[in-house]
């Protein structure tokens, strides 16, 4: 992020803007709001609701680490076991991870050690725990590399939008999407555009369309079927 500058979002919680794509990582209109929304409700506690005791999830985009560190949070609380799989091309640094104010507005100082630790760990295809039921593990690479030597029970899909990174939203980057995904499996993202979700339809993908966090009408969550 060395030259990504924090912004306050409208619920109080910090987002970045990328000097690299010249768009911020999350909603302005509430970083915590958008990402409790659309990856926590839509799609790990959909899955948990509908009796998952134990989540494989992979994220597109670890970025500032928020999406991880609710899901540790969450994972805790409802004593679900989460193997958290995170993609990022471009890490930012612990230390830079360390001034955004996530801690502090979930009041939960009591992660500062793990949210520093999903930022300082290295890429690895070993998880780490990073509490009694949240295991982590990092992959720092294109995910237009990802292998499908394994498969996902949730996918965090939160690229940047389509305006920013076109090559990311494609009918071929949605059929790997569903091949890492188990059967039922769900692919959650923000994005409801149209050419977008032709694209996961084309794929095999049913959709769900849901009401957007602040400032979006729309979400989708896509369904393996
Ligand atoms: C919208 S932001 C993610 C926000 C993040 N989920 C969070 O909670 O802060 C998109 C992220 O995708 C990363 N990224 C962009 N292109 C990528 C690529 N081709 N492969 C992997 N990561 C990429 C960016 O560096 C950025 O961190």
Not at 108 to 136: A, C, E, G, V
Not at 137 to 155: M, N
């Amino acid at each position: 992020m060395a030259d990504d500058t924090i912004i306050v979002s409208a619920d109080g919680s910090h987002t970045l803007e990328s000097s690299r794509f010249g768009v911020t990582y999350h909603s302005r209109h509430g970083a915590i709001l958008e990402s409790l929304t659309v990856f926590l409700s839509a799609g790990f506690h959909h899955r948990r609701l509908n009796g998952a005791t134990s989540l494989k999830v992979l994220e597109m985009g670890l970025g500032t680490g928020l999406n991880a560190l609710l899901t540790l949070v969450e994972s805790d609380r409802f004593k679900t076991s989460v193997w958290y799989t995170a993609i990022e091309k471009f890490p930012i640094s612990a230390a830079d991870a360390d001034r955004l104010n996530y801690l502090s507005e979930l009041s939960i100082q009591s992660y500062k050690t793990s949210f520093h630790k999903i930022h300082d760990l290295s890429h690895s295809d070993n998880y780490t725990s990073l509490s009694d039921y949240f295991r982590f593990r990092k992959w720092i690479i294109d995910i237009q590399e990802i292998p499908s030597t394994e498969s996902y029970d949730i996918i965090y899909y939160d690229a940047f939008a389509p305006n920013a990174q076109e090559e990311l939203w494609t009918p071929s980057m949605m059929q790997r999407m569903y091949d890492c995904l188990s059967p039922s499996g769900v692919l959650v993202t923000y994005c409801a555009k149209g050419s977008f979700k032709r694209a996961l339809k084309a794929a095999g993908f049913k959709l769900d369309p849901l009401p957007g966090p602040p400032g979006k009408r729309e979400m989708t969550r896509a369904v393996k079927l």
